[in-house]
T-cell receptor
Framework: GAGVSQSPSNKVTEKGKDVELRCDPI?????LYWYRQRLGQGLEFLIY????????KSGLPSDRFSAERTGESVSTLTIQRTQQEDSAVYLC?????????????FGSGTRLTVV | GENVEQHPSTLSVQEGDSAVIKCTYS??????FPWYKQELGKGPQLIID?????GEKKDQRIAVTLNKTAKHFSLHITETQPEDSAVYFC??????????????FGSGTQLTVLP
């Protein structure tokens, strides 16, 4: 597609429920990143995927968070047993190549509200 | 790991004046420094970037300067317009080898251009 697509754009869930967020990167982009942005704050790295290499999960805040990506296509971020502190905008970005440090192209994000 | 500090957190300028946002980074191995603009309800958008082999880069009304010795870089916007109002993020990234692959972001600057 023309840009990075994320769905849903908004999600309200009850505390304790599981949620799944989806990211469609730009076609041909080998690297895909997930970031979390709490209200009024900066971007917090969660995880990134580069081609078929093992993902860098060093930013995941707890074992309730996990992410998958099949090849160089869609990625899903799953949050199990959601807590109120998980409320944030979850941003996905893709880039052509990590090695060249190309700038990211971000999606519009998924706004998650845990009530 | 990398740590990026950004100042100021908020900045108001009169239309037509210049705006300057400053960032410092901690990892001397970082070699790529992009700037992103985030409008309300949207994902961050890359507006300019600089690599460590140059000290300054300009694109129309925006410019970025880099001082590797002091480990700081700045965004300069001249002749500001109301549509420049947004949150601006700086970021830093190291070379692809090793663990420094993802961008580390500053906490953001809310720029308001007053008509």
């Amino acid at each position: 597609g023309a840009g990075v697509s994320q769905s849903p754009s908004n999600k309200v869930t009850e505390k304790g429920k599981d949620v799944e967020l989806r990211c469609d990167p730009i076609s041909g982009h080998t690297a895909l990143y997930w970031y979390r942005q709490r209200l009024g704050q900066g971007l917090e790295f969660l995880i990134y995927f580069q081609g078929n290499s093992a993902p860098d999960k060093s930013g995941l805040p707890s074992d309730r968070f996990s992410a998958e990506r099949t090849g160089e296509s869609v990625s899903t971020l799953t949050i199990q047993r959601t807590q109120q502190e998980d409320s944030a905008v979850y941003l996905c970005a893709s880039s052509p190549s990590v090695g060249d440090n190309y700038g990211y192209t971000f999606g519009s994000g998924t706004r998650l509200t845990v009530v | 790991g990398e740590n990026v500090e950004q100042h100021p957190s908020t900045l108001s300028v009169q239309e037509g004046d210049s705006a300057v946002i400053k960032c410092t980074y901690s990892d001397s191995a970082s070699n790529y420094f992009p700037w992103y603009k985030q409008e309300l309800g949207k994902g961050p958008q890359l507006i300019i970037d600089i690599r460590s082999n140059v000290g300054e880069k300009k694109d129309q009304r925006i410019a970025v300067t880099l001082n590797k010795t002091a480990k700081h870089f700045s965004l300069h916007i001249t002749e500001t317009q109301p549509e420049d109002s947004a949150v601006y993020f700086c970021a830093a990234s190291g070379p692809s080898s090793g663990s420094a692959r993802q961008l580390t972001f500053g906490s953001g600057t809310q720029l308001t251009v007053l008509p």
